[in-house]
C-alpha cells in the first residue's frame, strides 16, 4: 500500500512540485495526499490545485507565539487526511520538540547544503563565504534541532569562483529537485533504517562517481 504524504511549504513549492511529479508514477512507493501551506498567499497552493492535489491553508500568523495552539490544527488536518509521512518543503515556520518527537522518524526536510556545514538562513552565501569548492542539498529526517537529523541523502555540486549566491542557489535547487523524490521513494519503500544519529540503506552501494572541484587541468 503506498504511503500517504503530506507536503509542508510557505512559498514557491518547487520541491513540492517535483514531489508531486514523481508520485504519479505507477510504481511511487508514496502517493501526494495533501499539501498545507502556513501562508495563503504561498505560489505553490495554487501550483497543487492545478495538479490536482488538496491544497489546505493553515495560517499559522494569527497563533502568534502559540506555536502548540497552531500544530494542533496542523495535526487534526493530518489525522484527517490519514497521513503517514511529511516532507516538509521550504516550510519556514519552528515545530516544537513536542510535534517532532511525534512524527520523528516519519517527517523529512530539505536544505541547500552539505549538512551538517551551512544550517539557517542563507546556507548558499554561507558556503560562498566559507569558499567551500563543493555545496549541495541534503534530505534529512526532522530533529528537534533546526536543519540537523539522520541523513537520507545528499547531492552535490560544484561551487565556481564567479558563483553569486543567486546561482548557487539555482544548481543545487536542479540537485533538491532530483534527490528529494528519491530520498521519499527509499523512505516509503522502508529501505531507510535510522541508527541513533545515523540512517542506513539497504541495499546502497553509495553514489555514482567523485566529484572533484575544482578541475586541475
Ligand atoms: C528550498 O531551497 C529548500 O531547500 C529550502 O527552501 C527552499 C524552498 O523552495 N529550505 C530550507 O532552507 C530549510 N531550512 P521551494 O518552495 O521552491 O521548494
Known amino acids: 500500500m503506498k504511503r500517504r504524504v503530506a507536503i509542508l511549504i510557505s512559498g514557491r513549492g518547487s520541491n513540492m512540485a517535483a514531489l508531486i511529479e ?3 508514477l505507477a510504481d511511487f512507493p508514496a502517493e501526494i495526499v495533501v499539501v498545507i501551506s502556513n501562508r495563503a498567499d504561498a505560489d505553490g497552493l495554487e501550483k497543487a490545485r492545478q495538479s490536482g492535489i488538496a491544497a489546505v491553508t493553515i495560517e499559522s500568523q494569527p497563533f502568534g ?3 502548540a495552539a497552531f500544530e494542533a490544527v496542523l495535526q487534526s488536518a493530518l489525522d484527517q487526511h490519514r497521513i503517514d509521512l511529511i516532507c516538509l518543503g521550504g516550510f519556514m515556520r519552528l515545530l516544537t520538540a513536542e510535534f517532532v518527537q511525534r512524527w520523528f522518524g516519519r517527517m523529512l526536510n530539505i536544505h541547500p547544503s552539505l549538512l551538517p556545514s551551512f544550517p539557517g538562513l542563507d546556507p548558499q552565501g554561507q558556503a560562498l563565504r566559507a569558499g567551500v569548492k563543493i555545496s549541495g542539498a541534503t534530505v534529512h529526517f526532522v530533529v528537534a534541532e533546526t536543519d540537523a537529523g539522520p541523513i537520507v541523502m545528499q547531492g552535490a555540486v560544484a561551487v565556481s569562483d564567479d558563483d553569486t549566491a543567486d546561482t548557487l542557489a539555482a ?3 536542479q540537485i ?3 534527490i528529494y523524490p528519491d530520498a521519499l521513494r527509499l523512505v516509503a519503500s522502508g529501505k531507510i533504517r535510522i ?4 540512517c ?3 541495499g546502497s552501494a553509495g ?3 567523485a566529484l572533484i572541484s575544482p578541475a586541475a587541468s
Open 65 to 67: 507565539k502559540d506555536r
Open 22 to 24: 514523481a508520485a504519479r
Open 207 to 209: 553514489g555514482d562517481g
Open 176 to 178: 533538491e529537485h532530483r
Open 200 to 202: 542506513k540503506t539497504a
Open 171 to 173: 544548481r543545487i535547487l
Open 195 to 198: 541508527e541513533g544519529d545515523v
